[in-house]
Nanobody, 127 residues
Framework: QLQLVESGGGLVQPGGSLRLSCAASGSSLDYYAIGWFRQAPGKQREGISCISVSGSSTNYADSVKGRFTISRDNAKKTVYLQMNSLKPEDTAVYYC????????????????????WGQGTQVTVSS
């Protein structure tokens, strides 16, 4: 059974950077596409980025495009989300999630595609 654990969240000033990690256990990531999602208080969960099994396909929500970068290291069973130029509106709980696929190039930011979720890590952007 795949398990995901996020880390790297915290408090950062506007304009700052954080790198989130999503570490997998219980299974390799070789057949899983990964997505990053976030949920702010009173708001719906938002898909912000995703990466295919092969790493060849990535997608970003318009709200983070140009500021966030997703990457993966299957050997380390870890997916990363580098977040730069952070804004107060990026404040949320960030989750990683995974779905199994035989298609190495497929990726999605739709939460309904995902079967495995981490517990989340809080990111707060404030001065």
């Amino acid at each position: 059974q795949l398990q995901l654990v996020e880390s790297g969240g915290g408090l950062v000033q506007p304009g700052g950077s954080l790198r989130l990690s999503c570490a997998a256990s219980g299974s390799s990531l070789d057949y899983y596409a990964i997505g990053w999602f976030r949920q702010a208080p009173g708001k719906q969960r938002e898909g912000i980025s995703c990466i295919s099994v092969s790493g060849s396909s990535t997608n970003y929500a318009d709200s983070v495009k140009g500021r966030f970068t997703i990457s993966r290291d299957n050997a380390k069973k870890t997916v990363y989300l580098q977040m730069n130029s952070l804004k107060p509106e990026d404040t949320a709980v960030y989750y990683c999630a995974a779905f199994k696929t035989a298609v190495p190039s497929i990726a999605s930011t739709q939460p309904s595609w995902y079967d495995y979720w981490g517990q989340g890590t809080q990111v707060t952007v404030s001065s």
